[in-house]
T-cell receptor, first 111, second 113 residues
Framework: GEDVEQSLFLSVREGDSSVINCTYT??????LYWYKQEPGAGLQLLTY?????DMKQDQRLTVLLNKKDKHLSLRIADTQTGDSAIYFC???????????FGSGTRLQVQP | DAGVIQSPRHEVTEMGQEVTLRCKPI?????LFWYRQTMMRGLELLIY????????DSGMPEDRFSAKMPNASFSTLKIQPSEPRDSAVYFC???????????FGPGTRLTVT
């Protein structure tokens, strides 16, 4: 079955870059996503990448995909205290309409 | 665009009571998903609909859970009878069939005592 793994916690200082990592097992994954969840809120779609891409950049966010190693990362440049949240990696393949989520990485940004 | 709307935002009920959670997807979206989030199991898909028809309900825990989508703008998730282990945050999400962007509602935090 499909499995998505993330580390549970990451702490960085304000202004530094954050890198959140994710690994997945489904070799037929076609779309990979990053969502952000702030306390008491729903999941906010940050960005997603097609499996035929290596990189996608959107302002302070950079997504890197290593399809061979089934490794996805999210880099947040110039991390701010407002970036403190839980970040979920998710994947989808063409055979399924729903997403499979990782357990989330809690990002703590220290001033 | 108001986004996905869920109600109530918080629900506290006693064991054995019926609970109904409601969702209004984004207008024009033809896929609707119900997820449950707990500390122990993370985010789990319960059921999803396409054009108001349930497609995959394999994630529904047991017969106490049921979901309906009577029209394109409304869905319910019902738990009857509720149990303390049903306490979780329930999310509704929707997307258009022509897109890969799935949008979540704010969730309903359910507490069963």
């Amino acid at each position: 079955g499909e499995d998505v793994e993330q580390s549970l916690f990451l702490s960085v200082r304000e202004g530094d870059s954050s890198v959140i990592n994710c690994t997945y097992t489904d070799s037929s994954s076609t779309y990979l996503y990053w969502y952000k969840q702030e306390p008491g809120a729903g999941l906010q779609l940050l960005t997603y990448i097609f499996s035929n891409m290596d990189m996608k950049q959107d302002q302070r966010l950079t997504v890197l995909l290593n399809k061979k190693d089934k490794h996805l990362s999210l880099r947040i440049a110039d991390t701010q205290t407002g970036d403190s949240a839980i970040y979920f990696c998710a994947e989808k393949n063409t055979g399924r309409r729903a997403l499979t989520f990782g357990s989330g990485t809690r990002l703590q940004v220290q001033p | 665009d108001a986004g996905v709307i869920q109600s109530p935002r918080h629900e506290v009920t006693e064991m054995g009571q019926e609970v109904t959670l409601r969702c209004k997807p984004i207008s024009g979206h033809d896929y609707l998903f119900w997820y449950r989030q707990t500390m122990m199991r993370g985010l789990e898909l319960l059921i999803y609909f396409n054009n108001n028809v349930p497609i995959d309900d394999s994630g529904m825990p047991e017969d106490r859970f049921s979901a309906k989508m009577p029209n394109a703008s409304f869905s319910t998730l019902k738990i009857q009878p509720s149990e303390p282990r049903d306490s979780a945050v329930y999310f509704c999400a929707s997307r258009s069939g022509g897109s890969y962007e799935q949008y979540f509602g704010p969730g309903t935090r359910l507490t069963v005592t």
